[in-house]
């Protein structure tokens, strides 16, 4: 079992970056390959980016490449989204996900409460 939690959401000017993290709790997090989505008001679930466990393996979302980047540090339990050159169209609610690695989110089986990003023109 894993729990997860984020933070770091807030409040960001078009341009400007924002750092997420999510902690999760649980004995095995290093061997669970990690994810990222994101939820607009009246949008379906988004994926933005995977890590596998070890690091190495990384897969973003086309609309995030080149802006945003995931780590893990597996030795704090923590994964990490790095948001750079934000758009509006970034602004929705961030959910951390745990388990799976493709881009459906059907195949992550822990999830976090989610932190909102809101990004102003």
Do not use: H
């Not at 970056?17 to 997090?29: D, K, Q």
């Not at 509006?88 to 459906?104: F, I, M, Q, R, S």
């Not at 992550?108 to 989610?114: E, K, L, T, V």
């Amino acid at each position: 079992q894993v729990q997860l939690v984020e933070s770091g959401g807030g409040l960001a000017q078009a341009g400007g970056s924002l750092r997420l993290s999510c902690a999760a709790s649980g004995r095995t997090f290093s061997t669970y390959a990690m994810g990222w989505f994101r939820q607009a008001p009246g949008k379906e679930r988004e994926f933005v980016a995977s890590i596998k466990w070890s690091g190495s393996n990384t897969y973003y979302g086309d609309s995030v490449k080149g802006r945003f980047t995931i780590s893990r540090d597996n030795a704090e339990n923590t994964v990490y989204l790095q948001m750079n050159s934000l758009r509006p169209e970034d602004t929705a609610v961030y959910y951390c996900a745990a388990g799976g690695w493709g881009p459906k989110p059907y195949e992550y089986p822990y999830w976090g409460q989610g932190t909102q990003v809101t990004v102003s023109s």
